[in-house]
């Protein structure tokens, strides 16, 4: 109940408008390389955009956050192409939409934050310095406890199904229910 009403109303507003400008980038980038509307294009726009404004929210400006947005949804859309690119197996976008787009959520502070806080707003250098040097800290404890982990557990229980499960998909094998029924003839 102590909440204060007008930074709620900021960072409504910001989360809004990143998420929206988001699925609209990522979709209208879509269109614009394959000819086809990408409805699950647009969603992983719309939550690439949440999770670029979710460190900002507070400290941005609207404005900031349309452009947060854009260039989330941007990150979205090529980020999904370059792993495919390089053949990485990522089905669902979660390195572009979650990855990427967190490190430049976190950076997004120390350009746009407002009250001197980032670059563009009379901040100097210092706080964007301080949000890479906490994503570099992040990566370097995550990769190899990651690393380390996938490797016993695929040295122990495996990490990948069985060629026929792959081909079919897991939702009936390993979840036991469809996903899609309406789609299956």
């Known amino acids: 109940l102590a909440a204060d009403p007008e930074a709620i ?19 209208m980038l879509s269109y614009a390389h394959t000819k086809k509307w990408d409805p699950g294009m647009a969603m992983n726009g719309c939550l690439g955009g949440l ?25 979205v859309y090529y980020g999904t192409v370059l792993m495919d690119k390089i053949h990485i197996d990522d089905p669902v ?35 964007l ?10 990566i370097t404890f995550v990769f190899p406890v990651a690393f380390i982990l996938f490797r016993v557990i695929n040295s122990t229980l495996g990490l990948r199904v069985s060629p026929e499960v792959e081909e079919s998909g897991l939702d009936v094998p390993i979840h036991g229910i469809g996903s899609y ?5």
Request: charged fraction near 5%; include cysteine; proline fraction near 4%.
């Open 51 to 75: 999770v670029a404004i979710t460190a900002p929210c507070a400290f941005v400006t609207p404005l900031a956050s349309l452009v947060i947005g854009i260039i989330a949804g941007a990150i």
């Open 9 to 27: 109303a900021l960072i409504t507003v910001t989360t809004d408008f990143a998420a929206t400008t988001g699925a609209i980038t990522a979709m």
């Open 129 to 138: 310095g301080v949000q890479a040097l906490g994503i570099m800290a992040c």
């Open 93 to 127: 976008g979660a390195l572009p939409v979650h990855g990427l787009n967190g490190a430049f959520g976190i950076l997004a502070i120390g350009i746009w934050g407002i009250d001197g806080l980032g670059l563009l707003h009379g901040g100097g250098i210092e706080q």
């Open 181 to 185: 029924p309406e789609f299956v003839s």
